[in-house]
């Protein structure tokens, strides 16, 4: 097995590739941040759970090779596919049977460069059951016009089924869990509706701010940085309908027609912030506007979510780090316990970290008087599964570009969808005609983000604290 860079990466994963020829992983951008923190160490641990003598990173990077050049000349790009090809004959592959698979750690403005010069000097020859196929990181566009711009740029060149838009949140582990919870699930399919729950919110938090990436995040911001892929694909699978199967195309299907549903957003159902020393930054301007804190209500205008508000909250230099989605359902009707002192039910999945789902429910204190008490259903993966290893999202959306399963991957109708949603909103930030309010590090963010919850109906529960169960 071998693994080859080029501004590339170049790699099978399986120890034999005789039924469909051999695989070539190409990484380009291979020295970039990106590549070093995410995609090696996904590339890495597939290798090793391929080939279980390979314990030692040393002969992994045996196998790589390294190739630079530049984006936009034909002459890198051929010398590339030279190797390849080289790579290609000395695994006895068949001229069109070999697999390769162009992994664009890279910024999105040479997007179209090298997918023009991967079309015109990297494909395979013919078609004896290889192919060639294209991933490609966000940030997708800054907004619907560039985002269009970008996809027909890259769509002149492949096709969609070559085309795989990676948001890494789709390979979280609870993230994936979503579809089996709720549609293998009985307990949930009466419940999952506007008749029974109150609000939803799903939620983004980090306890540290820019560190040293301010040029880069004070051009996006925290909505197009966190809030407008990563939280509304999870508000995608939060609130679709049961697909008609586990095919990728008709749970996108799904996907779109729940991000076509979704209403205008309000100015008065958005807060926005900026956390103190924020522009301290030598990269950030000192009158910069942009929000590193976002809180923003979308509302669903179909029959199942008519009137629940979704609330979509990120946010940096805060008081903790977590990532997880809230379902608050509706009190009891005719309540003869008084539960309203504890609190409605919940269903809080926490994706990030120390993955586990709960259920907050009223039970009888222990003891002598009848009175209630709020506690927990609780599933906390460390404790359950234990000695079990939760693969990285990286692994598990490499190994899908592989075997061409493309269910978690953004469709490029999907995307242009999104964009209809935030671009309106983020083209009034961007003139300035929203403000962040300033917040102090370490805080929960601006105190009008409560506010803004509490007006869309959550109520908070006083006096519980959930706590993950020792092993």
């Known amino acids: 097995m071998e693994k080859s860079t080029a501004d590339s990466s170049n790699q099978p994963l399986e120890k034999s590739d005789a039924e469909t020829g051999c695989l070539s992983i190409i990484v380009l951008g291979a020295s970039g941040d990106l590549a070093k923190k995410k995609t090696f160490p996904a590339l890495f641990n597939l290798y090793r759970q391929g080939s279980v003598k390979a314990e030692d990173v040393s002969e992994f990077l045996q196998l790589m090779k390294y190739t630079s050049g530049s984006y936009d000349t034909e002459e890198g790009f051929r010398l590339l596919d030279k190797q390849i090809?080289?790579?290609?004959?000395?695994k006895s592959s068949a001229d069109g049977s070999c697999r390769r698979l162009f992994y664009l750690a890279l910024p999105p403005s040479v997007y179209p460069v090298v997918c023009k010069m991967i079309k015109l000097c990297c494909m395979n020859k013919s078609d004896l059951g290889g192919w060639t196929r294209i991933v490609v990181e966000k940030p997708f566009g800054k907004d619907l016009e560039s985002a269009e711009?970008?996809?027909?740029?890259?769509?002149?060149?492949?096709?969609?089924?070559?085309?795989?838009?990676?948001?890494?949140?789709?390979?979280?582990?609870?993230?994936?869990?979503?579809?089996?919870?709720?549609?293998?699930?009985?307990?949930?399919?009466?419940l999952w509706n506007r008749d029974n729950i109150d609000n939803v919110q799903i939620v983004f938090r980090e306890d540290f701010g820019i560190e040293g990436r301010g040029g880069y995040f004070d051009e996006y911001g925290i909505i197009?940085?966190?809030?407008?892929?990563?939280?509304?694909?999870?508000?995608?699978?939060?609130?679709?309908?049961?697909?008609?199967?586990?095919?990728?195309?008709?749970?996108?299907?799904?996907?779109?027609?729940?991000?076509q549903s979704v209403e205008p957003i309000k100015d008065e159902e958005v807060v926005l912030g900026q956390y103190h020393g924020y522009r301290d930054d030598s990269k950030v301007p000192d009158h910069s506007n942009t929000p590193t804190f976002a809180s923003i209500i979308l509302r669903i205008h179909n029959e199942r979510w008519e009137g629940v508000p979704f609330i979509l909250k990120a946010g940096k230099a805060l008081s903790s780090k977590k990532a997880d989605i809230r379902v608050q359902f509706k009190d009891v009707p005719g309540d003869i316990f008084n539960c309203e002192k504890q609190g409605r039910n919940e269903f809080v999945m926490r994706l990030q970290p120390s993955e586990a789902m709960y259920m907050k429910l009223a039970v009888k204190q222990p003891g002598l008087e009848m009175s209630t008490v709020q506690s927990e259903l609780d599933l906390s993966y460390k404790q359950r599964y234990h000695g079990v290893t939760i693969p990285d999202a990286y692994e598990r959306l490499l190994l899908d570009t592989i075997h061409g399963d493309q269910q978690h991957f953004v469709r490029r109708d999907e995307l242009k969808a999104a964009w209809d949603i935030f671009t309106p909103l983020l083209h009034r930030i961007d003139k300035g005609e929203l403000k962040p309010i300033s917040y102090q590090q370490g805080s929960r963010g601006p105190a009008e983000a409560d506010e803004l919850l509490l007006r869309a109906g959550y109520v908070r529960t006083h006096g519980y604290r959930w706590i993950p169960p020792a092993l």
Not at 225 to 248: F, R, T, Y
């Open 85 to 90: 090809s080289e790579h290609e004959e000395a």
């Open 149 to 190: 711009k970008l996809s027909s740029q890259i769509g002149e060149l492949f096709g969609e089924h070559q085309i795989y838009r990676i948001d890494h949140y789709l390979g979280k582990e609870m993230v994936q869990n979503l579809l089996v919870l709720r549609f293998a699930n009985r307990l949930f399919v009466p």
């Open 224 to 259: 197009r940085d966190i809030i407008q892929n990563h939280l509304l694909q999870v508000l995608c699978l939060v609130a679709m309908e049961k697909p008609v199967s586990l095919d990728s195309e008709h749970i996108r299907d799904e996907k779109v027609k729940v991000l």
